[in-house]
Antibody, heavy 126, light 113 residues
């Protein structure tokens, strides 16, 4: 079955870096756009970043652009999120999510999300 | 950004009764060229990730019980649980994928009355 498994979360001081990974299985990873979506404790859902199926396009929410980098290794069926200069407001559960049913243009991507990984908690605190 | 507003924030419903959740978008989600509404619904149970229930505003995902239904067009949408079961206790979110960035409603918590 389709599975997404995140890893790499933890407690990190403000200004430091962390790299999240997401191992995908059960589907043809190379044909899907992939997203990171986060959820702050007790809060709602917020899109973070998206990468096209071939990795040639990446888009970010304004608050993380220039600090976060989404990438993928299609030979290893793995999605990554490199997070630099972390801030307290980045504290959240980060979900790896497959984009379905839509497309990417030159400026953005448009999908609903299915499935979601179990998530990995990132806590930014001194 | 398109703002998604759900109502109510919390919804107590008796077992077997109907639950109705509303979602309003700040601009139309109807794409004229394909006559589709770019809206999805998700269910998030405590301690779990969200699960897709409905896309294109009214298409039920495979395996989702038929007591869940979605309707609406343009800026106003509704998720209905026709007969609430204990396992339906969760937070429900709408999400638009009409424009970037994709945005979610704030969530509606469904609980047993």
């Amino acid at each position: 079955q389709v599975q997404l498994e995140e890893s790499g979360g933890g407690v990190v001081q403000p200004g430091r870096s962390l790299r999240l990974s997401c191992a995908a299985s059960g589907f043809t990873f190379t044909t899907y756009v992939m997203y990171w979506v986060r959820q702050a404790p007790g809060q709602g859902l917020e899109w973070v970043a998206v990468i096209s199926d071939d990795g040639s396009k990446q888009f970010y929410r304004d608050s993380v652009r220039g600090r976060f980098t989404i990438s993928r290794d299609n030979s290893e069926n793995t999605l990554y999120l490199q997070m630099n200069s972390l801030r307290g407001e980045d504290t959240a559960v980060y979900y790896c999510v497959r984009g379905v049913g839509g497309y990417c243009s030159t400026t953005s991507c448009y999908h609903w999300f299915d499935p979601w990984g179990q998530g990995t908690l990132v806590t930014v605190s001194s | 950004d398109i703002v998604m507003t759900q109502s109510p924030d919390s919804l107590p419903v008796s077992l077997g009764e109907r639950a109705t959740i509303n979602c309003k978008s700040s601009q139309s989600l109807l794409y004229r060229s394909d006559n589709k509404n770019y809206l999805a619904w998700y269910q998030q149970k405590p301690g779990q990730p969200p699960k897709l229930l409905i896309y294109w505003a009214s298409t039920r995902e495979s395996g989702v019980p038929d007591r869940f239904s979605g309707s609406g067009s343009g800026t106003d949408f509704t998720l209905i649980i026709s007969s609430l079961q204990a396992e339906d206790v969760a937070v429900y979110y709408c999400q638009q994928y009409y424009s970037s960035p994709p945005t979610f409603g704030q969530g509606t918590r469904v609980e047993i009355k």
